[in-house]
């Protein structure tokens, strides 16, 4: 029967194409029955997006013989008329479809070389319908407390009463400066009994500059910021830390949310109304500049940086995995193969500067604060030599590549192009060309410091070609600069420059940024967000405890400019961030887990915090703001695969401003869950070990600001319970309870005397007994938690 059918068809075949066959009968079955299963992530090994895969076929063996129909176990499949295997669920196909394959096959199963993707991508109605995408929803007359009640009353949950105002003030201090607070400042909040005098306490810490220190670090977090480039060396990045500051200084001038995603996109693009606020607005790009670099010549590799930038704006200025459509449609939200290279282009217009690799340890585009005429005065005195130098340095790369040509004309079996005459060995170049290039640094330090900034600016523009399963080259279509079809899908206006800007305009315009921002804000208060998946507001992600709750603070959020600290304090305001950690036993059997927020949830201290507070305690805390880490000269930089970057500098500022690098953590932060400097951390995870344990008890660190923290006991207190009182309030908000005052005073005896008999000097004895003290004491859960 199959034959007749065939033999009918091969006679309309020649008035049909076999393309256009294919494009209008086969192409678009394989879309709609087959595409799920077999592209990307094939199942049985099989794809269907080639000619050439069907042939190699999966498991099973080819799934096509080109000109035989009878022999090719896809159509066995499909006429289900083979032993095992049956497709396409649910049901067999319309007899024409199966036709209509069965003719494609006689004909050689024509399947054109396409950069199209097989897949047609759509967005459906749910998808469309996702609660992310919806507009913010107005909540007239709504407040925290009320929307938070309801859901606890309909539930018939009790709320926790409120904190007393000793746990109260050190969770809103440490969660505004990530401190404790001092016992001034516990005395003056519990003599100030005004109606104000909480909101007095937050007016003044979100006033601190201590404050933009806290939330800067959050946000570090998210934009995964290091203090080296990520390559295979690592190199570092010493200019790295004026992107810190400016975050830092963002918050503590509470710069309007808006303003800050635009500054960190597209601040070069930006007017500016005078040079400080021009160079200010550069340094914030640093925000893309801080992407990682691969692999060991990682100029080449920059696809791989741009897949990191997009995967950063997607996640953390709109809560979605962007890049996880590099290679094919979105497998969950509606994000297309192509919506990710129209982002891709953006970046690809960009310059990022480079900072240096084991074949170029040379920095090079990195952003001077000078203009080039200004530049090219201060270089005056030694324009000369410096172009010698230059010179040399460029007969030296070029020489490289000659080598490598060489290398690889040999290695083909062709003739090698010439060397000129009088060129060194190739094992020579190297040493010759770092040699070279430290009299350069040498004598670019003789005209003075040269200014400048890890950040971008516009490059040439371009559209990018998708890349054929993110393979750089397979190049397919080129896809114009836009956003994200779910969102708008707006083009450029302005295709002269990269797009940035009107990137950052158009991530504004979308009701999921404020529904982001405001989530992290209320997830760094209590510990979890309302969105509990902070990077992920897509279909895999969690939905909102309170999505009433998200929308009001959005809304909020957008209507009162933009300003952080407006959100800080319509949050910790309410009654529901006021209430007391105490457990309810009914409360718990319904809701364990606390989602309707009927208690506010205790949690441990940061490793920032932690820090901190021992600095703080024990007064060895360094308050200067900002500035440069102790990196070796660039002269001397060497650094290889095999010999990467890698080092640990000793600080006593607080813990913002430790170098971080992103092949190896610093060893503390790792010890207490600190962020992932290669990938956006958007949450700590924090664990409990046995490490943490002994570090609190015996590392340097504790040991010597215990002995520190005892010092200032001594000179402040005239005995040893007005000591213990005032270092558990320092350590903990609350005095020795009664009980424990003996027990303290107790110890302290003993201790003395222990030392003594180890023949301690006498005028160390009581400093030492009280350090040993206050080392239990900072390892305690009332010091290392907040209630």
Known sequence: MLTGILLLLAAVAAAEDPTEHFETKVRPMFVKKCNACHTSAPQAGLRLDSR????????????????????????????????????????????????????????????????????????????????????????????????????????????????DRITLLRRVTYDLTGLPPTIDELDGFLSDRSPQAYEKVIDRLLASPRYGERWGRHWLDVVRYADTAGDSSDYPVPQAHKYRDWVIAAFNRDMPYDQFVREQLAGDLLPSSNEEQRWQRLIATGYVANTRRFSVVPERQMHLSYDDTIDNVGKAFLGLSVNCARCHDHKYDPISNKDYYALFGIFASTRYPFAGS????????????????????????????????????????????LYTERSAALRAGKEPPPLPEGAIEQTKIKPE???????????????????????????????????????????????????????????????????????????????????????????????????????????????????????????????????????????????????SSVGDAANTAVDPGNDLLWKFDRRRLDAESLRDSLLALGGTLDWKMGGEHPFPPMQEWRYTQHRPYAAVYESNQRSVYLMTQRIQRHPYLAMFDGADTNASTPARSPSITPIQALFQMNSKLVEENSEGFAAKLLASYSDDK????????????????????????????????????AGVAEESHRRKALASYLRALLASNEFMFVD
């Open 358 to 401: 084991e074949n170029r340890n040379q920095q090079a585009d990195f952003i001077r604060r000078k203009s080039d005429a200004e530049f090219a005065k201060q270089l005056a005195p030694i324009q000369a030599e410096l172009q010698a130098i230059d010179a040399k340095l460029k007969q030296l790369e070029d020489l490289r590549k």
């Open 52 to 163: 050439d895969a069907m042939i190699t076929g999966g498991r099973s063996g080819a799934a096509i013989v080109p000109g035989d129909p009878d022999k090719s176990l896809l159509m066995a499949v499909l006429n289900h008329t083979h032993a095992r295997i049956q497709m396409p669920p649910p049901g067999k196909l319309p007899q024409e479809e199966l036709d209509a394959v069965a003719l494609w096959i006689k004909q050689g199963a024509v399947f054109p070389a396409s950069t199209k993707p097989l897949v047609s991508f759509r967005i459906s109605d749910e998808q469309r319908a996702h609660w992310a995408f919806q507009p913010i929803a107005s909540q007239p007359g709504a407040t925290i407390d009320s929307i938070v009640r309801a859901r606890l009353a309909a539930k018939k949950l009790k709320p926790a009463p409120q904190a």
């Open 433 to 579: 060309y770092n040699k070279t290039l430290g009299q350069r640094m040498e004598l670019l330090a003789k005209v003075g410091p040269i200014e400048d900034a890890y950040a971008v600016i516009d490059d040439k523009p371009v559209d990018a070609p998708v890349l054929l399963r993110g393979e750089v080259d397979k190049k397919g279509d080129i896809v114009e600069r836009r956003f994200l079809e779910i969102l708008g899908g707006q083009t450029l206006k302005d295709k002269s420059a990269s797009g940035r800007r009107e990137l950052a305009d158009w991530i504004l315009g979308t009701p999921i940024a404020a529904r982001v921002m405001v989530n992290r804000v209320w997830q760094f208060h209590f510990g979890r967000g309302i969105v509990t998946t902070p990077n992920d507001f897509g279909k895999r992600g969690m939905k909102p405890t309170h999505p009433e709750l998200l929308d009001y603070l959005a809304s909020q959020f957008a209507q009162g400019g933009w300003s952080v600290k407006k959100l800080h304090r319509i949050i910790l305001l309410s009654e529901t961030y006021r209430q």
């Open 722 to 757: 007005a000591r213990i009182d005032a270092a558990h309030r320092m350590a903990t908000g609350r005095a020795a309870a009664p009980e424990l005052q003996g027990k303290a005073a107790e110890y302290l005896t003993a201790a003395q005397r222990a030392l003594q008999k």
